[in-house]
Every structure is written in structure tokens, then in C-alpha cells.
């Protein structure tokens, strides 16, 4: 079973940027599609970027629109989320997860999405 582990959270300003990382443990996840949500304390979780298994298309939420981007290196198992432009909303923790299905076309639903990592603390002070 595969294992993704996120890392780059931290406590940034407002206007700042950061960049997450993801590493799955497995070389065969670079035939699924990858994605990010978040959460946020009393909130529930929230889909966020995905990027499909081939690294070409990618769809965003439209709050993080124009400042996040999701990208992909299968050379290293990884999926990067660059965030920039920080506001205060944007405060989660922020999750990465893997398509259950392989080969699959983009998809933004939680339900398709069976693995997750631990999640990473992202906090924008004001």
C-alpha cells in the first residue's frame, strides 16, 4: 500500500510563499492522478489542485486560483504545491492524496481519492 508523505507546511505571512512536497513511497503513482485538499479547525475538508496521472492537466479551486500551482515529477515520486500570494484563509492543514483509480481522467471528488499522507500545517499570519 502505497504511503505519501507531505512536507513544507509552516507559519508564513501574509503576501508570502510556500512550497509542499509530496513523496509516495511507490513508483506506481505515477500512473494516478495526485491531489491537494486542505482543512481548516470547525471546517470540513476541501479540495484544493489535482493534477492527473500523465502531469498535463491540471484544475484548481477557484479561491486558490492564480496564486497555486500543482505540479508532478515521477522521477522522484513527488507532487509539489507551490503557494503564493498567502492570505490568512488560506491557514489548514493541508493533505495530499492519491487516485484510487488508475489512469484515470482529472477529478476533484474526495470520494476518488483513497490515500492520504499525515498532512502538513500551513498557517498566514495577517
Known amino acids: 500500500q502505497v504511503q505519501l508523505v507531505e512536507s513544507g507546511g509552516g507559519l508564513v505571512q501574509a503576501g508570502g510563499s510556500l512550497r509542499l512536497s509530496c513523496a509516495a513511497s511507490e513508483r506506481t503513482a505515477s500512473n494516478y492522478g495526485r491531489g491537494w485538499f486542505r482543512q481548516a479547525p470547525g471546517k470540513e475538508r476541501e479540495f484544493v489542485a489535482a493534477?492527473?496521472?500523465?502531469?498535463?492537466?491540471?484544475v484548481y479551486a477557484d479561491s486558490v486560483k492564480g496564486r497555486f500551482t500543482i505540479s508532478r515529477d515521477d522521477a522522484k515520486n513527488t507532487v509539489y504545491l507551490q503557494m503564493n500570494s498567502l492570505k490568512p484563509e488560506d491557514t489548514a492543514v493541508y493533505y495530499c492524496?492519491?487516485?484510487?483509480?488508475?489512469?484515470?481522467?482529472?477529478?476533484?471528488?474526495?470520494?476518488?481519492?483513497?490515500?492520504w499522507g499525515q498532512g502538513t500545517q500551513v498557517t498566514v499570519s495577517s
Open positions: 492524496a492519491k487516485d484510487r483509480r488508475i489512469f484515470s481522467v482529472l477529478t476533484t471528488a474526495i470520494q476518488d481519492y483513497a490515500y
Open positions: 493534477i492527473d496521472w500523465r502531469g498535463v492537466n491540471t
